[in-house]
């Protein structure tokens, strides 16, 4: 008859203990490259909002020319949703030179 192993306590997540061990390992196994990872996490957080924006004048920009009305009330939503495309675009992300 096979037995299963037993899951550790460690992944089950019952032996708090061994977590702060953990992170701390990873957090030194980090350390090295720490500009680079507050690189990536400012980009993503600068990519996350820019989405954000392209997603909100994009829907205003729709909802308003769904009205008819003239091409320059317009104007200043579509800069906004060129603006956010291209930067939502071309935000580089570390390690990902020549992949897009």
């Not at 090295?32 to 920009?61: C, E, N, Q, R």
Request: net charge positive.
């Amino acid at each position: 008859m096979v037995c299963c192993p037993p899951i550790s306590d460690a992944i089950c997540g019952a032996g708090s203990p061994a977590q702060p061990r953990t992170l701390l390992r990873l957090l030194k196994l980090v350390a090295p490259f720490k500009g680079w990872v507050a690189l990536s996490v400012l980009l993503g957080f600068a990519t996350i909002l820019s989405g954000i924006g392209l997603m909100a004048t994009s829907a205003y920009l729709i909802s308003s020319a769904a009205l008819h009305p003239s091409i320059a009330s317009l104007q200043v939503a579509i800069v906004g949703v060129r603006f956010f495309g291209l930067f939502a675009r071309r935000v580089p992300l570390p390690g990902t030179a020549g992949l897009s």
